[in-house]
């Protein structure tokens, strides 16, 4: 399975900027980049993702390098409530024609008031 | 529209038991894909099921079984259950094979095998 690498940890000051990276080197030409992220005792929630070009959308947008192998999650005004656990996924295909996401251990996120 | 839905929200049982865990999909979603997440690691993949047909399965062993109802409502069943298999169990619905399509995700069933 292809993997990604995070930081374990990021901090951030409420109504600023935040910008989470990933590293995915193996990824392969048709894998798509998930992010998702979890607040404490929900499950994960989607937030967005992207094949190749630059993607926005109302929650953050996704910057992703012209070689694909590094991407960024970028909240635009971080708020208390996006306290959470990032996850930066890789689709991996499965049988069918379907794909599992394949979560690492992901970036803690601390919002700052 | 009613979100994802999981059954029951806490368990504890004794290892050799078996349990069953269940899961309502998002209305119009046809697909479940379950998940494991054991305290401080992301969720791992179980298997998935599209249209009652296990479509996909990841590396857990044939004690870990499944099954998709025609509402598309879906159960995880653990036989013979081991300490490991403490953890959050989580289930995620979409519309159709998730490949472009987004998993939205259930609360969890907290097991806890003693």
């Known amino acids: 399975d292809a993997k990604t690498t995070q930081p374990n940890s990021m901090e951030s000051n409420e109504e600023e900027p935040v910008h989470l990276p990933c590293n995915h080197s193996t990824i392969s030409g048709t894998d798509y980049i998930h992010w998702y992220r979890q607040l404490p005792s929900q499950g994960p929630e989607y937030v967005i993702h992207g094949l190749t070009s630059n993607v926005n959308n109302r929650m953050a947008s996704l910057a992703i390098a012209e070689d694909r192998k590094s991407s960024t999650l970028i909240l635009h005004r971080a708020t208390l409530r996006d306290a959470a656990v990032y996850y930066c996924?890789?689709?991996?295909?499965?049988?069918?024609?379907?794909?599992?996401?394949?979560f690492g251990k992901g970036t803690k996120l601390t919002v700052n008031p | 529209e009613t979100g994802v839905t999981q059954s029951p929200t806490h368990l504890i049982k004794t290892r050799g038991q078996q349990v069953t865990l269940r899961c309502s999909s998002q209305s119009g979603h046809n697909t479940v894909s379950w998940y494991q997440q054991a305290l401080g690691q992301g969720p791992q993949f179980i298997f998935q099921y599209y249209r009652e047909e296990e479509n996909g399965r990841g590396n857990f062993p044939p004690r870990f079984s499944g099954l998709q109802f025609p509402n598309y409502s879906s159960e995880l069943n653990v036989n013979a259950l081991e300490l490991d298999d403490s953890a959050l169990y989580l289930c995620?619905?979409?519309?159709?094979?998730?490949?472009?399509?987004?998993?939205?995700f259930g609360p969890g069933t907290r097991l806890t095998v003693l």
């Open positions: 996924i890789l689709s991996n295909p499965i049988q069918g024609g379907s794909e599992k996401l394949v």
């Open positions: 995620a619905s979409s519309s159709g094979l998730p490949i472009y399509n987004e998993q939205f």
